[in-house]
């Protein structure tokens, strides 16, 4: 398998799909594996229709990204920023009626939206699919390069128990944004395994991204290729030792095929306890 293959799904667009993942692991700490899967499908299920408040909210969390940097995301930087966006203060408690945190899985959201549209001004020509989720990422962090504090705070909001459910949606639309616009149409067993990689792999970038002090944040992007550059190389040994195994005579087929001829498949014998 090549590194495309990691990095490469048939259903319908994403969108309506929001993620500044949680910091740290994307699961859900007390949460059971079966609220996990629950979570997981009814993120797959994407977010209602852009309606006519998305452009007023997107107004409002463009213009709260500098009060969050000193107030942290609260109501009081939203309502900052809808006097600093040219509406009543009372505009962001009709916006974001869940408060906060809606607000936070609101930006996620539209940092999806214009990543994937910033995706696809770039020319990626050339670039084979592992190269396109790399841009993507990229893309999807660069834009927030001044507001590095403002994401900081979204994570640390996203990772208190009571917003697992958000947290981990949110990071699950973005990846599966990523796959979307990068066009993968995987639609067997790799679909969800895929998403669940760039997962770890976007989590563990953002965090890394987060502290990166570098110019034109250069080890942030080193990491992050070295991540899907590590998970293409497991994946093409075990495709190579899938190969392999197939090539081991089986003993087993050669009985079938003999019954066959008979005119019979053997049932199989279970030993008497």
Same mark, same amino acid.
């Given at each position: 398998?090549?590194?495309?293959?990691?990095?490469? /799904?048939?259903?319908?667009?994403?969108?309506?799909?929001?993620?500044?993942?949680?910091?740290?692991?994307?699961?859900?700490?007390?949460?059971?594996?079966?609220?996990?899967?629950?979570?997981?499908?009814?993120?797959?299920?994407?977010?209602?229709?852009?309606?006519?408040?998305?452009?007023?909210?997107?107004?409002?969390?463009?213009?709260?990204?500098?009060?969050?940097?000193?107030?942290?995301?609260?109501?009081?930087?939203?309502?900052?920023?809808?006097?600093?966006? /040219?509406?009543?203060?009372?505009?962001?408690?009709?916006?974001?009626? $869940?408060?906060?945190?809606?607000?936070?899985?609101?930006?996620?959201?539209?940092?999806?939206?214009?990543?994937?549209?910033?995706?696809?001004?770039?020319?990626?020509?050339?670039?084979?699919?592992?190269? $396109?989720?790399?841009?993507?990422?990229? +893309?999807?962090? $660069?834009?927030?390069?001044?507001?590095?504090?403002?994401?900081?705070?979204?994570?640390? +909001?996203?990772?208190?128990? /009571?917003?697992?459910?958000?947290?981990?949606?949110?990071?699950?639309?973005?990846?599966?944004?990523?796959?979307?616009?990068?066009?993968?149409?995987?639609?067997?067993?790799?679909?969800?395994?895929?998403?669940?990689?760039?997962?770890?792999?976007?989590?563990?970038?953002?965090?890394?991204?987060?502290?990166?002090?570098?110019?034109?944040?250069?080890?942030?992007?080193?990491?992050?290729?070295?991540?899907?550059?590590?998970?293409?190389?497991?994946?093409?040994?075990?495709?190579?030792?899938?190969?392999?195994?197939?090539?081991?005579?089986?003993? +087993?087929?050669?009985? $079938?095929?003999?019954?066959?001829?008979?005119?019979?498949?053997?049932?199989?014998?279970?030993?008497?306890?």
């Amino acid at each position: 398998m090549t590194g495309d293959e990691i990095v490469s /799904g048939t259903s319908k667009s994403p969108h309506d799909s929001p993620g500044f993942g949680p910091a740290g692991d994307p699961g859900l700490g007390d949460s059971s594996d079966m609220e996990t899967e629950i979570i997981i499908e009814d993120a797959a299920q994407g977010t209602p229709p852009l309606d006519s408040m998305t452009g007023i909210r997107d107004s409002l969390v463009d213009a709260a990204l500098m009060h969050v940097a000193f107030d942290g995301w609260t109501m009081k930087s939203l309502r900052a920023a809808a006097r600093d966006a /040219g509406f009543d203060a009372e505009q962001a408690d009709r916006a974001f009626t $869940q408060g906060a945190v809606q607000a936070v899985a609101h930006w996620c959201d539209m940092a999806d939206r214009r990543m994937e549209a910033d995706l696809a001004a770039a020319d990626t020509t050339d670039l084979r699919m592992h190269e $396109q989720v790399a841009l993507a990422v990229r +893309l999807r962090l $660069q834009r927030w390069d001044m507001d590095r504090e403002a994401v900081r705070r979204g994570v640390a +909001l996203l990772s208190l128990p /009571g917003n697992a459910r958000t947290s981990l949606r949110c990071t699950y639309r973005t990846v599966d944004t990523i796959w979307w616009a990068v066009g993968d149409t995987t639609t067997d067993f790799n679909f969800y395994t895929k998403r669940l990689q760039l997962a770890g792999i976007y989590t563990a970038t953002m965090l890394y991204w987060l502290d990166d002090s570098s110019e034109d944040n250069t080890e942030t992007w080193g990491f992050l290729d070295r991540r899907l550059a590590g998970v293409a190389r497991l994946i093409k040994a075990r495709r190579e030792f899938e190969e392999r195994l197939s090539r081991v005579p089986n003993p +087993l087929r050669g009985l $079938q095929s003999f019954a066959e001829g008979l005119g019979r498949v053997p049932r199989p014998r279970f030993r008497a306890r």
